[in-house]
């Protein structure tokens, strides 16, 4: 009969039992316990899945897949957000702005206050800052500049750079780096020494590549030693295009009236204190009369990131396990069509349904558990390959990958549900017929 697993695979009580009775309709059945116990339903489970590799290697793809996608998609959202938390923290939620506040007056707004010139020291008090510096625009008086002292009257009139003042520690504040040459120091700013150092744009345009020559620019007629050219500004990018000079210098040479802003960086998590502190710190008379920028709590950003993130990642890993326990039930239940001939030859040597019923649930969810655990294998690898592609520290909860496991066998025990009550529902006589019953 078409379809009849050998006769070696089934249970030898079950084969001696029918060695010794009589071909009738009526079955003798002996003491429930000695029927199809938990051995025989192991074996036979082992022997439909082992029996056709093929189609076994086909069923697990499905799951396979689905638990891969779901510990990539869960590693990969951890790593991804862990690594947008630290960006965050490392260039915005360490960041604090100090400007004067503004008030409305009969004509126009004005600045309520002003930051002392001392400012650096002032904040570099506080616990928490790391560094700090100030920064004011000059006004020049529309004086030109220049890399040279002759000026070609043919030559195009071109803007000239914009001309800022800042103290020695601004750099540093504003996570920015010397290219070549230095960045002034306090020396320079108490001298006023006629210095600038140039933003790198600033720089292409003067045609000033080089500082080891000490070249000098021009404002007006006023001449100043080029000491060194920055560049990579992370949060005041504008400095780039200007000529850059010492605070004393402008005030001596420029009449400098005050400071624009005042920036500093903070550890992680100071915000709130640094926030409250710095105004009491540059203007204990009028402390309301400066504004102070601080990042938000960094953990309440942290968390929503994440959150978004795996909300996304999950919701696509549910798909995946969607489609692969469909695949676990579209092959079981053809199983269970293909097997009809066994399944009533088993009934008729005395299995129940309950016994035909737990072994395709047991077949179908040890294929779900072996695609479990080679997805969630796959999952880590992939997931470390590509967070050490991406420089990244790969980040996956050690549970993740043992529940995703677990889960693949969750998967393939309910995608077996409905073959293995269709076929516990076939009867010994329709299934010999041929039949599904």
């Known amino acids: 009969m078409a379809g009849i697993a050998p006769l070696t695979a089934l249970p030898r009580r079950l084969l001696a039992r029918a060695g010794r009775r009589r071909p009738t309709s009526v079955v003798p059945r002996g003491p429930k316990g000695d029927r199809f ?84 020291d002032r904040l570099g008090r506080l616990a928490g800052v790391e560094a700090a510096g100030a920064v004011a625009p000059v006004d020049v008086d529309g004086a030109t500049i220049t890399a040279v002292p002759v000026n ?3 030559a195009p009139t071109l803007a000239s750079p914009e ?29 006023a020494d006629r210095v600038v150092v140039l933003g790198s744009r600033a720089a292409t345009r003067l045609g000033v590549h080089r500082v080891d020559r000490q070249p000098s620019i021009f404002i007006g007629e006023r001449s100043f030693t ?8 992370k949060r005041r990018s504008d400095l780039l295009d200007a000529v850059i000079l010492p605070v004393g210098t402008a005030r001596a040479v420029f009449g400098l009236q005050g400071l624009e802003q005042a920036h500093a ?26 504004e102070v920028q601080v990042p938000p709590p960094a953990s309440a950003v942290r968390e929503n990131v994440q959150a978004d993130i795996d909300a996304i990642f999950l919701a696509l890993g549910a798909v995946a ?31 129940s349904k309950r016994n035909i019923g737990n072994q395709f649930l047991a077949e ?36 993740v990958a ?28 329709t299934a010999l017929r041929g039949g599904t019953g």
């Open 226 to 233: 080029v000491i060194g050219i920055i560049d990579d500004v």
């Open 37 to 120: 116990g938990l051995r025989d339903l192991v074996n036979e489970a082992a022997h439909g899945i082992g029996a056709r590799p093929g189609r076994l290697v086909l069923t697990i793809i499905g799951t396979v897949l689905g638990v891969g996608s779901l510990v990539v998609t869960v590693g990969l959202a951890q790593t991804a957000a862990g690594q947008i938390a630290a960006q965050f923290d490392a260039v915005a939620a360490t960041q604090v702005v100090v400007e004067p506040a503004t008030a409305r007056t009969a004509g126009g707004e004005r600045a309520a206050g002003t930051i002392p010139w001392d400012v650096e």
């Open 152 to 154: 070609d009257p043919s």
């Open 321 to 351: 396990l969607l489609v692969g326990g469909l695949g676990i039930a579209n092959i079981t239940l053809l199983s269970v069509r293909e097997r009809i001939g066994e399944i009533g030859l088993r009934r008729a040597l005395g299995a």
């Open 364 to 399: 179908s969810m040890v294929i779900g558990l072996l695609g479990g655990l080679i997805g969630a294998a796959i999952g880590v690898l992939v997931v470390v390959a590509v967070s050490l592609g991406k420089e990244w520290t790969p980040i996956l909860d050690p549970l």
């Open 265 to 290: 960086t903070i550890a992680v998590g100071a915000g709130p204190v640094v926030g409250d502190q710095a105004p009491l710190a540059l203007a204990p008379n009028n402390p309301d009369s400066l």
């Open 402 to 429: 043992i529940g995703a496991s677990l889960l693949g066998g969750l998967i393939g025990l309910g995608a077996g549900t409905y073959p293995a009550l269709k076929a516990a529902g076939i009867e010994p006589i």
């Open 163 to 191: 001309v800022r003042a800042t103290s020695p520690g601004l750099l540093d504040a504003v996570r920015g780096s010397v290219v070549t040459g230095r960045y002034f120091d306090a020396g320079h700013d108490e001298r």
